[in-house]
């Protein structure tokens, strides 16, 4: 089943304690990226990866890293949280850049206390 | 940037109605999907529809690119199918979907 599995999907820590979600397509796709959703802001597009060892800043990259050393794995890394970055996360992926479907991630649930 | 309106805002509907859901844009858009964001936060696909007609089961889509605009039909509708809808677009630029407003359903029994 073609699919974006991301993981954890929800997550309680601290702040400063790093953490990384993975996320994970089997669909063989080039494009990838992160978005974070907060109310009242709706989706917000965090970093971007139009193919291996390519990544790009979104509209919100402050506090996050992200690296795509395989193509199928992009991975979000907190390297310090804070409780600003409390949000639900979504990884997506779609086969071509600025073109085709984006496929969604079930999201993953942070809280930062 | 372009601007999304979706209406109505909220919806709330008993087991059974039909809706329709509209999406309008300020300007040409490409590649516009269709969102449905379940109870639990979930975001699935319904539809990947830059122009024409698309049918999955009860729901069905239309986009009518040349004035701007797309309708999500939803026929029957069951519990299930509460949650938010939303239309989206991508822009080339970072290939970033923006999404509407979204339009908030609930059906009851």
Known sequence: EAQVTQNPRYLITVTGKKLTVTCSQNMN???????????????RQIYYSMNVEVTDKGDVPEG?????????????????????????????????FGTGELFFGEGSRLTVL | ??????????LILQEGANSTLRCNFSDSVN??????????GQLINLFYIPSGTKQN??????????????????SSSQTTDSGVYFCAYLSGTASKLTFGTGTRLQVTL
Not at chain 1, 69 to 87: A, D, V, W
């Open chain 1, 29 to 43: 796709h080039e494009y990838m990226s992160w978005y974070r959703q907060d109310p009242g802001l709706g989706l």
């Open chain 1, 64 to 96: 996050y890293k992200v690296s795509r050393k395989e193509k199928r794995n992009f991975p979000l890394i907190l390297e310090s949280p804070s409780p600003n970055q409390t949000s639900l996360y979504f990884c997506a992926s779609s086969s071509g």
């Open chain 2, 1 to 10: 940037g372009i601007q999304v309106e979706q209406s109505p805002p909220d």
């Open chain 2, 31 to 40: 590649n516009l999907q269709w969102f449905h964001q379940n109870p639990w």
């Open chain 2, 57 to 74: 089961g009860r729901l069905s889509a239309t986009t009518v690119a040349t004035e701007r605009y797309s309708l999500l039909y939803i």
